[in-house]
């Protein structure tokens, strides 16, 4: 069992793609258990910080971006792209919701037991 904090958007999938919101969340909680020891294909290193964990259905890669806050997940934003790499805008939305995490971590936490 284990926990992750999520920060914007992150019920969005849910009316996207029922079996694609059930795979991001297989992967949220393979996150929980792994924490850093998650690796490709499954999670991978952007840059500055933030790393995004992969979810496939079909044709549609869906990404959630994420970093470490100590040994706390924080989930930071998704994407969604039929490309094999997560847009720059994308990365930047991040690290913006990233600074603001920092400057202010219990406005921007809600925490979930997963299990």
Request: charged share 30%; net charge positive.
């Amino acid at each position: 069992m284990g926990r992750y904090r999520s920060g914007p958007g992150s019920n969005s999938y849910r009316s996207k793609d029922r079996k694609a919101f059930a795979q991001c969340v297989a992967s949220i909680q393979r996150l929980a258990l792994l924490g850093h020891e998650l690796r490709r294909p499954s999670a991978d290193f952007l840059r500055d910080g933030i790393y995004e964990l992969r979810a496939r259905k079909g044709r549609v890669n869906y990404r959630v971006l994420y970093f470490f806050s100590g040994r706390q997940v924080a989930l930071l934003a998704q994407a969604l792209t039929k490309e094999d790499v997560v847009p720059d805008v994308d990365i930047r939305r991040a690290l913006e919701r990233k600074s603001r995490y920092e400057l202010n971590p219990e406005k921007h936490t809600h925490e979930e037991i997963l299990g």
